[in-house]
């Protein structure tokens, strides 16, 4: 099987959404893997910190790129787990930028808020905190017992409320979790006591997804703790933006600029349907 580096997979895949491309030619280009025999869709949750003003544009071109999987039915996108906002300045939950992806790809993607607490301890199930505060580690919960398979879980923020998930029922991850993706850390020695952002939001949540009955696939964020440069060990990479977002079409083109513009309208639905800013793709 060829393989692509992770720029080529984004502009493939992002490219193949907007025009329906995506098939079962495109798994013989490395793309994404299925199982060919069963043709069975790998169910998958997305854990992010997504927010709106965003902190960091690459939630965005995550959610794309989950999408873009889920449009091509390489995955059974089961929701989108949302980190709490737990300091003044991040934004809030996207859930405009959800609701863009849902309306462009024509799939019915639920999303929830996850807990506004760190944990404690290490096997903290958070047992005090109200059914409001513990939602999304409870649709977490439900949506695995409700799969008809084992569910791939995919981190790119925080990992607290998946660790919350763990710890409150070990039995149910066994039998229903087929991997976690820990998108966190820093693949370096400690030697330099500094934690990566993500691994930052909540060391002891970080720390118990490595307590998990099932697969963990660990993937650090850098190589080198907050150097944000491209290392053989992290899976941060740069791309020239410009080789994309002129390509792709127009209500694509306006999800990205909706976040890059940092729109503070709740019209998230006008601004998709329109002309793209121009000046704003520019830059």
């Known amino acids: 099987m060829n393989r692509l580096n992770r720029g080529e997979f984004l502009k493939v895949g992002l490219l193949a959404l907007t025009a329906g491309l995506i098939n079962r030619k495109a798994y013989s280009n490395g793309i994404v893997s299925q199982d060919k025999g069963k043709g069975v869709k790998t169910p998958m949750i997305h854990a992010t910190d997504l927010y709106h003003i965003h902190n960091d544009p690459d939630d965005h071109w995550d959610l794309a790129t989950i999408y873009a999987l889920g449009y091509s039915e390489a995955v059974d996108l089961l929701g989108i787990l949302f980190d709490y906002p737990t300091r003044p300045g991040l934004g809030d939950p996207d ?31 958070q047992s005090q905190r109200s059914k409001i505060e513990l939602q999304g580690v409870n649709w977490l919960l439900e949506t695995l017992r409700k799969s008809a398979s084992p569910v791939v879980i995919n981190i790119v923020g925080g990992a607290t409320n998946v660790a919350v998930a763990i710890k409150m029922n070990p039995a149910l991850f066994k039998k229903k979790c087929k991997a976690i993706y820990l998108n966190a850390g820093s693949a370096n020695s400690m030697t330099d006591k500094k934690l990566e952002y993500n691994v930052k939001l ?18 650090p964020c850098m190589t080198r703790t907050n150097v944000m440069e491209v290392g053989e060990y992290g899976t941060y990479y740069r791309f020239l933006q410009k080789e994309i977002l002129p390509d792709l079409p127009e ?8 976040m890059f513009g940092q729109k503070k309208s709740h ?6 349907n329109g002309k793209p800013e121009q000046e704003l793709l520019t830059q």
């Open 95 to 125: 859930v405009m930028g959800v609701a863009q992806m849902n309306y462009y790809t024509g799939l019915v993607v639920p999303s929830v808020v996850g807990t506004p607490y760190e944990m404690t301890k290490r096997d903290d199930t």
């Open 202 to 219: 909540n060391p002891l949540g970080y720390a118990a997804i490595f307590d998990a009955p099932c697969p963990v696939y660990w993937m």
């Open 251 to 258: 209500k694509l083109q306006n999800f990205f600029l909706f």
């Open 267 to 272: 019209e998230w639905f006008t601004y998709l």
